[in-house]
């Protein structure tokens, strides 16, 4: 029997980089990048014991596609992109 993950998490301040406060920057972290790494974690060591399964992240197009004031979640969904590749 095979397993999947798919994990994805998003919420987003727009905005000026130096007019988000750090606060919110740390959360909007937390949800965004720690928050599916630390699900996978917990699911991928039962999958190497099983030596069975897949995990997708899935992140934000705003990685690739980014305006001004959305660069902060930019940075975010590329950390997600990276990991894939652990």
Known sequence: MATAMITGAGIIEGG??????????RRQFEVNVIGPVLLTQ?????????????????????????GPFRRHLA???????RLRKL
């Not at 000026?16 to 920057?25: R, S």
């Not at 999958?47 to 992140?59: E, L």
């Open 16 to 25: 000026a980089i130096v007019d988000i406060p750090g606060e919110n920057m």
């Open 75 to 81: 940075r975010q969904s590329t950390c997600l992109k």
């Open 42 to 66: 917990g699911i991928a060591r039962n999958m190497i014991r099983r030596r069975t399964g897949k995990i997708v992240f899935m992140s934000s197009v705003v990685g690739i596609l980014f």
